[in-house]
Nanobody
Framework: EVQLVESGGGLVQSGGSLRLSCAAS?????????LAWFRQAPGKEREGISV????????YYADSIKGRFTISSDKAKNMVYLQMNNLKPEDTGVYYC?????????WGQGTQVTVSA
């Protein structure tokens, strides 16, 4: 029943910006869960990079993106966004959304982000 649809990726130059969107269906974004962004860079495992709490809206950022990316959400619509600024080539990868607490096995297709030097 979980459906995750990511969008907003693209090809940008180093230093550019993108805003990713995620429509999450079948995941209850409430006080006992959260929404998160993950990415999988070429040759690397998928990693969680940012989380927004359904309880109080608090956020978490991995060190690799801290200060450059901002997570936000529309709780009522189960939407989560990731504003990505000052992109670097090492940010290249496929970006996914999911629950950060108990991720669904039904991962979306993700959205490709490619940052050229």
């Amino acid at each position: 029943e979980v459906q995750l649809v990511e969008s907003g990726g693209g090809l940008v130059q180093s230093g550019g910006s993108l805003r990713l969107s995620c429509a999450a269906s079948g995941i209850t974004f409430d006080a006992e869960t959260n929404l998160a962004w993950f990415r999988q860079a070429p040759g690397k495992e998928r990693e969680g990079i940012s989380v927004i709490s359904g309880r109080d809206g608090s956020t978490y950022y991995a060190d690799s993106i801290k200060g450059r990316f901002t997570i936000s959400s529309d709780k009522a619509k189960n939407m989560v966004y990731l504003q990505m600024n000052n992109l670097k080539p090492e940010d290249t990868g496929v970006y996914y959304c999911n629950s950060g607490l108990v991720p669904s096995d039904n991962w979306g297709q993700g959205t490709q982000v490619t940052v050229s030097a």
